[in-house]
């Protein structure tokens, strides 16, 4: 005759334990993992709004036009897994209602490209991988890094070639969603130059002439998602503008926007992106791990219930 356990308070016990330890896994090691930048982004946000440019051909700038910003986002995977970073290519037109129309980049009113490499986990700059133009700095670009906090970032504004200071301002709802309120502003600075005629900033003696391109930006003005760092609204208003060589005024307009900002369905994607986000979020790092921590208490005293009241057998 040999004494036995019964196999249901050994069971309960068991998976009491292993979700009992599941549960601060959860919380302390999958979560922080699961916060990492993705890598197989293809993804598309337009700003619209209203403004004035300089038409070369016209020779004079049109005021009251409308404003289109498109940028567009496409992971290389390739290139992330090989380095462990996140390595996006970034596309960026700026279109006036003529040049929209032939829905060609090559025909816009402005054309950048970039390629852009961070840290998945901290958002920080990574400098390789073909990074282009580069090296940017700051602590946001494209995205704020994850668990944004209540206090100032630099973001990285491509057209000044540096960072600017953004200070916290509140809390905003976008479409209903709740998101961290970031703003600044770039006083007018110079950005390089540009050979222009002459007469085109004043100096109608001189056929050819290397102009002053300014750049300012009197108003940025980002919304973001505490959890992710996804921007779900963003606005701002640049000001280009040429000067004659060592001028102090400006003495023509390139582009001008007022208050060029995401439109209703930029702004109902990200924040469908945000939403669903933080909805795996929040079941790993929150609804899971509580799940589990209750559950397994309940089974492991069940377990250890039915060892005590029932104790061994023979059999």
């Not at 919380?27 to 440019?53: C, H, L, M, Q, S």
């Not at 490209?113 to 961070?118: G, H, K």
Request: charged content about 25%; overall charge positive.
């Amino acid at each position: 005759m040999r004494r036995s356990t019964p196999p249901v308070p050994l069971i309960l016990l068991g998976a009491g334990v292993f979700l009992l330890v599941l549960a601060p896994m959860l919380t302390w090691y999958v979560e922080p993992r699961a916060k990492r930048t993705t890598i197989d982004v293809n993804a598309t946000t337009v700003f619209t709004g209203k403004g004035r440019y300089f038409d070369a051909e016209a020779t004079a700038v049109k005021d009251d036009q409308k404003i289109t910003i498109t940028r567009r986002v496409l992971g290389d995977v390739a290139a992330s897994d090989r380095s462990g970073r996140a390595v996006w290519d970034v596309s960026t037109t700026i279109d006036t209602p003529r040049t929209l129309e032939f829905k060609d980049p090559r025909r816009s009113f402005q054309w950048s490209t970039e390629r852009w490499v961070t840290d998945r986990r901290t958002n920080a700059p990574v400098h390789c991988c073909g990074e282009s133009p580069g090296p940017f700095e700051g602590d946001a670009y494209l995205k704020f890094p994850f668990d944004v906090q209540k206090r100032g970032y630099r973001w990285w504004d491509n057209t000044l070639g540096a960072t600017v200071p953004l200070r916290f301002a509140g809390v905003e709802r976008v479409r209903g969603y709740q998101g961290y309120r970031f703003t600044g502003s770039v006083k007018p600075t110079r950005t390089g130059s540009r050979q222009v005629p002459g007469a085109v900033v004043g100096r109608p003696r001189s056929s050819q002439i290397q102009a002053e391109e300014w750049y300012a930006n009197d108003r940025i003005d980002l919304v973001v998602d505490r959890r992710t760092g996804r921007v779900l609204n963003a606005s701002l208003s640049p000001h280009v503008t040429l000067r004659a060589p060592g001028g102090r005024r400006d003495a023509v307009t390139l582009l001008e926007g007022e208050d060029v900002a995401f439109t209703p369905r930029t702004q109902r994607e990200q924040v469908d992106i945000a939403e669903r986000d933080n909805r795996k979020l929040r079941l790993i790092g929150e609804t899971a791990p509580l799940t589990a921590a209750i559950v397994g208490a309940f089974t492991t005293a069940g377990g250890v219930l039915l060892l005590v009241r029932g104790g061994t057998r023979d059999d």
